[in-house]
């Protein structure tokens, strides 16, 4: 099972990433870009998405665009959550119960590729093999 820990993990080796408290838990940011947070279970939240989200730990990511956060969750419909809410940007949220470490860090590293500039994109490319 994954834990906020391998997400710290990971995101410690993205250029600029930087962890934030926020009212619903951690949540990390590249050049003040929210890629990566961890869930809250907001009254604007779907009952049945809400009731996951209270009861357990679960984690969203920013993705490229909606057909990969579609392709996410039609995969594993049993840790990627249905959407979270109607906004437009695209995300996906997933139970850290059911992801792989190995998984995980790859969700987080393609999430702060959508978000960080394209000079931190280089550097990291630069620096050799992607985030395990």
Known sequence: MATLDDVRRTTARLPGSEERATTGGAAWFVRNKL???ECH???????EV???????LVVAVK??????????????????????????EPKVAFRMAGID???????VAEAWR???????????????????
């Open 35 to 37: 890629y990566a947070w």
């Open 41 to 47: 279970p907001w009254p604007s939240i779907p009952d």
């Open 50 to 56: 809400r009731a996951i989200v209270a009861s357990e």
């Open 101 to 107: 470490r190995e998984h995980l860090a790859e969700l």
């Open 114 to 132: 959508t978000q960080a500039p394209k000079y931190l994109r280089r550097e990291f490319d630069a620096a050799g093999p992607a985030v395990p």
């Open 63 to 88: 993705v490229a665009d909606r057909e990969d956060a579609l392709a996410l969750r039609e995969m594993e419909p049993e840790v990627f959550l249905p959407a979270t809410t109607a906004w437009s």
